[in-house]
T-cell receptor, first 113, second 113 residues
Framework: EAQVTQNPRYLITVTGKKLTVTCSQN?????MSWYRQDPGLGLRQIYY???????DKGDVPEGYKVSRKEKRNFPLILESPSPNQTSLYFC????????????FGEGSWLTVV | LAKTTQPISMDSYEGQEVNITCSHN???????ITWYQQFPSQGPRFIIQ???TKVTNEVASLFIPADRKSSTLSLPRVSLSDTAVYYC??????????????FGTGTLLAVQP
């Protein structure tokens, strides 16, 4: 089954404690991306990656890092989380040749206290 | 930067046809227009995609005028289960990069009995 899998799904952490949200897709997609969703603000892109070792900033990259060492994985790293990063995060992937048909993960609820 | 504009919300009744329009003035020449549906706390789900004129699938139709600066998602005979947020997505032609996929703020469709 085609899937984008995120972990953890739910996390409460404290300010400044580094955390990583993993994302994996089994569709051999070149493109992967992270979005955050906050009430009234829709989906905002954090980072995206066109392929292995190729990453670029989205609209709201501050406070986040990503890496793309393997095609299937695209972890989101919060080096020093702050309360304003409390949000619902979605990982997504797509086959570049399929236009904008994007597959989303189930989401990761992150609370920073 | 490309920007999409959608109505914030719409109301409808079961059995009616619903049309949601999205404006996207800076759409890139080679980009597709894609619509997604999102239920609370779930990742967006692909509905339909098109490049120009009209596209129809089993759940919706997509109308795109010749200038491609807008698109209209048409949902025939909506039911209560169609209550969701609907997003249009186009590529961003800023600097020629079409991979910074920007979602609109979405339209909350509320279907009543």
């Amino acid at each position: 089954e085609a899937q984008v899998t995120q972990n953890p799904r739910y996390l409460i952490t404290v300010t400044g404690k580094k955390l990583t949200v993993t994302c994996s897709q089994n569709m051999n997609h070149e493109y992967m991306s992270w979005y955050r969703q906050d009430p009234g603000l829709g989906l905002r892109q954090i980072y995206y990656s066109m392929n292995v070792e190729v990453t670029d900033k989205g609209d709201v990259p501050e406070g986040y890092k990503v890496s793309r060492k393997e095609k299937r994985n695209f972890p989101l790293i919060l080096e020093s989380p702050s309360p304003n990063q409390t949000s619902l995060y979605f990982c997504a992937s797509r086959q570049v040749s399929s236009g904008n048909t994007i597959y989303f993960g189930e989401g990761s609820w992150l609370t920073v206290v | 930067l490309a920007k999409t504009t959608q109505p914030i919300s719409m109301d409808s009744y079961e059995g009616q046809e619903v049309n949601i329009t999205c404006s996207h003035n800076n759409i890139a020449t080679n980009d597709y227009i894609t619509w997604y549906q999102q239920f609370p706390s779930q990742g967006p789900r692909f509905i339909i995609q098109g490049y120009k004129t009209k596209v129809t699938n089993e759940v919706a139709s997509l109308f795109i005028p010749a200038d491609r600066k807008s698109s209209t998602l048409s949902l025939p005979r909506v039911s209560l289960s169609d209550t969701a947020v609907y997003y249009c997505l186009v590529g961003d032609n800023y600097g020629g990069a079409t991979n910074k996929l920007i979602f609109g703020t979405g339209t909350l469709l509320a279907v009543q009995p």
